[in-house]
């Protein structure tokens, strides 16, 4: 009995104790990286939502104005929260890996749809319903989003894309296509399978001004390594004279991890 009496008292001590040892809570506040906006899109005849990351200078300096880096699959759930990590942590001064910039997050509605042009296998299109109508969220993309973001942020004209798996097959198509729409293209782990590989028979456009192309893959199987590898030397060997060209093989990585380090890899050498 009197065992039991002292563990008790041992007990409600060492209680009474830890709880005089935490601290007081003196307040509490939402933390936030950024905002999120939701914009109409009369082309595609939906709404859009749309992450932003903007500098933590942005509101002290109002005479600043900051490059912008547009990621595809740019959902709270998808890659936005942390390649604005990169981006904020880049641009530290005793990082100087990037400079400081805007991140726009292009959040999804049907990526399928969106990242894919119509493609002449009807395999692609049973697995693929709704595919087909990148050339929708192109025009998009250049005449409503980077407007909107120009209009109402304080934006240079240096613009990257960041796109991986359809999104680096959209962002390869881009490329080919309107080249001039962004400055740099980070593209990680494309989906170019799509269509029976036909991207990478495509013309690519002139290139005008100088780019700055990032190239990715990581182990993820014949059909993927031989098609990035594959794009990587179409674009080198078809470069402007100021273009220049990054291939990087991840062979420590997979579809579904290759493209934080990918990123983290592409702003060392495009904004070195």
């Not at 969220?137 to 960041?162: G, S, V």
Request: avoid cysteine; aromatic fraction near 12%; charged fraction near 25%.
């Amino acid at each position: 009995m009197k065992n039991k009496i002292l563990s008790f008292i041992l007990l409600f001590t060492a209680a009474l104790a830890f709880s005089q040892s935490i601290p007081k809570q003196l307040s509490e506040e939402e933390f936030s990286i950024g905002k999120t906006l939701e914009i109409e899109s009369e082309l595609l005849h939906e709404s859009r939502t749309l992450n932003i990351y903007l500098p933590s200078s942005y509101k002290e300096n109002q005479s600043k104005k900051y490059p912008v880096i547009y990621l595809l699959d740019g959902s709270k759930d998808e890659d936005f929260i942390h390649i604005a990590g990169i981006v904020q942590f880049g641009s530290f001064s005793w990082i100087e890996m990037v400079p400081e910039s805007i991140v726009v997050g292009i959040g999804n509605v049907d990526r399928k749809r969106d990242f894919t042009y119509p493609s002449t296998l009807e395999i692609d299109r049973k697995e693929f319903p709704t595919s087909g109508k990148s050339a929708h969220f192109i025009n998009f993309i250049k005449k409503e989003l980077q407007p909107f973001i120009d209009a109402n942020f304080r934006t240079e004209n240096n613009k990257t894309l960041i796109g991986q798996s359809l999104g680096g097959l959209l962002a390869t198509e881009i490329l080919f296509k309107e080249p001039e729409l962004f400055s740099n293209y980070i593209i990680i782990s494309p989906s170019l399978w799509w269509d029976n590989e036909r991207l990478l028979d495509y013309k690519p456009s002139e290139v005008k001004t100088g780019n700055s192309i990032y190239v990715a893959v990581g182990k993820e199987g014949d059909v993927m390594e031989r098609t990035a590898k594959t794009l990587y030397e179409k674009i080198k060997a078809e470069r402007g004279k100021n273009t220049k060209v990054y291939f990087e093989f991840l062979a420590d990585k997979t579809h579904g991890d290759a493209l934080h380090e990918a990123v983290y890899h592409a702003f060392e050498k495009i904004f070195e």
